[in-house]
């Protein structure tokens, strides 16, 4: 691991290419990195740019009191991950860069209605992880039996999957079959960002988009997540520490033999295991 023991570096990303959630997770690293060794952070360009939130491009910490070291320090893969830096770096206690990047959030009332009882289920639309030449082998979608256990055992009087698309994903046309009742919610990003940071009750999918938005909430209540105990999955999962909600509770999901991150080709055999996928074979561990 590096551990920087000095002041004043200058973290310098080129291009970032990343979407919604990969952008505000290389922000928050670079928050974080910048604030904890009072230094500076220069974005040269960023590929996307959205109505929802504008990314700053150069935020300085040093301090005049320090000797800045100027140390230029780039990353190839644009601080998507904390890795190889050490973890005391991205302390924050009080989590005043996580309330930076939701300060930056532009807040709207989403464009689906949403109750207080509303389980919102977040799933990828899957073009990106069934219909594409090269699919994502990162992606892969979580089993059925996963929603529908949360859904029989939690009661809730109204089900909302927020997704990108219908008719891809045959985990989200399963779902929809197995209950007429579920509402699915309007097709547009911004909208879908503030329903999760709106929604108390929340499934999030495997995704940083839906992870991320799940920590810069602070309206949850109950909040089900899929653990893969993958090292670079984990470290953008939420927990009650690293998110801005107080007072909710994680459940998160476990099992030993489903689809790993990294091993998705959505092969006939996979997507077959994904929508017969035993429950019985899928444990729960809440935490609060």
């Not at 570096?9 to 910048?34: A, D, M, P, T, W």
């Not at 464009?111 to 073009?127: M, S």
């Not at 988009?209 to 993958?230: E, G, I, Q, T």
Request: glycine share 2%; aromatic share 12%; charged share 25%.
């Amino acid at each position: 691991m590096i551990d920087l023991n000095k002041k004043g570096y200058i973290f310098r990303v080129g291009r970032i290419k990343g979407r919604y959630g990969n952008l505000l997770i290389c922000l928050e690293n670079l928050l974080l990195l910048s604030k904890n060794t009072e230094s500076i952070f220069t974005i040269k360009s960023i590929k996307y740019n959205y109505d929802l939130f504008k990314i700053p491009r150069s935020l300085d910490f040093r301090s005049n009191k320090n000797i800045n070291c100027g140390e230029v320090i780039e990353h190839d893969r644009l601080f998507l991950t904390k890795h190889p830096y050490s973890i005391k770096l991205f302390v924050d206690p009080n989590k005043l860069c996580l309330n930076y990047v939701h300060d930056l959030i532009n807040r709207q009332k989403p464009l689906t209605k949403l109750y207080d009882d509303t389980l919102v289920i977040n799933i990828r639309g899957g073009r990106d992880i069934f219909k594409r030449t090269r699919i994502n082998k990162e992606y892969a979608q979580l089993p059925s039996s996963f929603y529908k256990h949360i859904i029989k055992n939690c009661n809730h009087s109204d089900i909302l999957i927020v997704t990108d698309d219908v008719s891809y994903n045959p985990v989200i046309i399963d779902l929809l079959s197995w209950r007429s009742d579920i509402r699915v919610a309007d097709f547009d990003p911004s909208s879908h960002a503030n329903l999760i940071l709106n929604a108390k009750h929340l499934v999030t999918a495997r995704s940083t988009f839906s992870m991320m938005f799940a920590r810069l909430s602070k309206n949850l209540k109950s909040l089900y997540v899929w653990w893969d105990n993958n090292w670079k999955w984990d470290e953008w999962q939420p927990t009650i520490d690293n998110s801005l909600s107080k007072d909710f509770k994680i459940t998160r999901c476990y099992t030993d033999d489903y689809i790993k991150v990294g091993e998705w080709s959505a092969s006939r055999r996979q997507l077959k295991t994904m929508i017969n996928y035993p429950e019985k074979k899928l444990r729960f561990k809440e935490f609060q």
